[in-house]
């Protein structure tokens, strides 16, 4: 009797090959918006942080003059608040303030890496932050 014997090739087959290729692409397609929103808050932080140190700023601002700012360079020029350069340079901010509250807003510039336009916005009687970098973002 004859044997014949079949040599099995080693490798993957294609159906192999697109099994991995559908599971990668899967896989992608979750984390790539993750990562995304994780920069876009990285990015944002640092609005946020100036955005509160101006809030307080603002407080000790009314409590000194009985008023409220209306500007940025306002509570710079009264030596209440000191904002860096390189943050000037990525993001404006726009003070909305009154005894009920108001909004602090901050609008990125063309040199934050996130692009212009971007804006993030404070509201002062709920505490809550909106916009780029939120969990409320913007459209």
Do not use: C, H
Not at 10 to 15: D, E, N
């Amino acid at each position: 009797m004859k044997q014949t014997s079949k040599k099995r090739k080693s490798g993957f087959t294609m159906i192999e090959i697109m099994v991995v290729v559908v599971i990668v692409a899967i896989l992608a397609a979750i984390a790539v918006p993750t990562y995304v929103r994780y920069v876009e808050s990285a990015r944002a932080s640092e609005a946020k942080s100036v955005i509160g140190n101006i809030d307080n700023a603002a407080k000790m601002y009314y409590q000194t003059y009985g008023e409220w700012p209306t500007d940025v360079e306002e509570l710079e020029n009264s030596g209440q608040l000191e904002v860096d350069r390189s943050t000037k340079r990525k993001w404006v901010f726009e003070l909305q303030l009154s005894d009920q509250g108001g909004r602090i807003i901050a609008t990125s510039t063309g040199d934050m890496d996130g692009g212009e336009g971007r804006v993030v916005e404070f509201d002062r009687e709920s505490g809550d932050y909106r916009g780029y970098g939120t969990a409320e973002r913007e459209s």
